[in-house]
């Protein structure tokens, strides 16, 4: 498995990823948990988790993407 990708590094920092499938029956839609169980993300674009983790878990990954602001539900911080 790549490690930077979203699975691996959510993985790498104790996050836990809860999937659940939509009514409609399209794409399952994606909740992700810090170590301490709160939500910091629920379906979030792949763009906009890894906007995510660099800014709050790995800022040297070399990526770019949009404000993850918008897609944070608690105002968590990382641990």
Request: glycine share 8%; charged share 25%; proline share 13%.
């Amino acid at each position: 498995m790549n490690p930077n990708i979203p699975n691996a590094l959510w993985a790498k920092h104790g996050y836990t990823i809860e999937r659940q499938q939509r009514r409609t029956g399209g794409p399952k839609v994606r909740t992700i948990r810090n170590p301490a169980g709160k939500p910091v993300l629920h379906d979030a674009s792949y763009d906009a988790e890894m906007a995510w983790i660099k800014r709050h878990l790995e800022p040297d990954l070399p990526i770019v993407g949009p404000d993850p602001k918008r897609y944070i539900i608690t105002g968590d911080t990382p641990c």
